[in-house]
């Protein structure tokens, strides 16, 4: 399993939760907490996104660890965003290890990170995959569930489809699929952040000026709230919603 946090509320840096807080993504890169039985180290890259000016997100991904980074700490220190998301990846066996299989993935504005793994793959995932464009499935970044889960839904949010209806559909058809997949999501445009709780650990945490999304709690503060199972969070200026992740499963839908 990979490791992921995202943000959204007042401007701020990502270095407090990237390094320094107690159980900052880079202490979880190396000493997890809640892996779940999916290995033992996030070790097979890492990726950082965030807004800046206009609506397209900034990003940086390697393929090499996290803590191999020495530049990173500085420069993710110097940014100062109401918006971004980091990632650390450990592969699946069988997958390429490459800088292009690292979240998060980008496209229309919006920042998208997959932590888990779709069971039976790829063949659980052969007729969704065929709905795709052709051109879109042979110019994917990488042969990765990941990111074959991101061209999906981002055929969805390209069509206009709101965010949450988006992932709550690919949650569901993928689970169908790929029967006890894990599928926790994170996606942001800058103005809503949307986590999933699919089988795996999610938390979330109001910091009085913005609100905090990772697979585990980066601190050991009280005020992480875990996200239940087959649920959903939704971040927006409002305030936090809690949702159940009710997908439509009609053929229309599919």
């Known amino acids: 399993m990979c490791r992921h946090v995202a943000y959204l509320g ?13 159980h900052s993504l880079l202490v979880q890169s190396y000493a997890p907490r809640d892996m779940r039985g999916g290995g033992s180290v996030n070790a097979d890259g ?15 991904r390697r393929s090499a660890p996290l803590w191999t980074d020495g530049d990173l700490p500085a420069l993710a220190g110097s940014v100062r965003s109401h918006a971004f998301l980091a990632a650390v990846r450990n592969g699946t066996t069988g997958m390429p290890v490459v800088e292009a ?14 932590n888990g793994l779709v069971r039976g793959w790829p063949d659980s995932m052969a007729e969704l995959a065929a709905k795709l464009p052709i051109t879109r499935l042979l110019t994917l970044e990488a042969t990765t569930d990941s990111v074959l889960l991101w061209a999906l839904l981002r055929e969805r949010l390209e069509a ?5 209806a988006a992932v709550t559909w690919l949650t569901g ?5 790929g029967p006890g997949s894990r599928l926790n999501l994170l996606l942001t445009d800058g103005r809503t952040l949307i986590g999933t709780a699919w089988t795996h650990s999610l938390s979330y945490r109001d910091t009085g000026d913005g609100v905090l999304v990772a697979s585990e709690p980066c601190d050991d503060d009280p005020g992480w709230t ?3 199972d087959h649920h959903a969070v939704r971040v927006t200026g409002a305030g936090v919603e809690i949702l ?11």
């Not at 206009?160 to 949450?164: A, H, Q, V, W």
């Open 101 to 114: 299989a690292n979240a998060p993935f980008t496209g229309g504005g919006y920042l998208f990170s997959h």
């Open 160 to 164: 206009g489809e709101d965010p949450l």
């Open 10 to 22: 007042e401007p701020r840096s990502p270095a407090e939760t990237l390094f320094h807080a107690p």
């Open 173 to 177: 058809v993928v689970e169908e699929a």
């Open 244 to 254: 159940p992740l009710e997908a439509d499963r009609s053929p229309e839908a599919r």
């Open 226 to 228: 875990p996200v239940p």
């Open 46 to 60: 890492y990726g950082l996104g965030w807004y800046a000016e206009g609506p397209e997100p900034l990003r940086l």
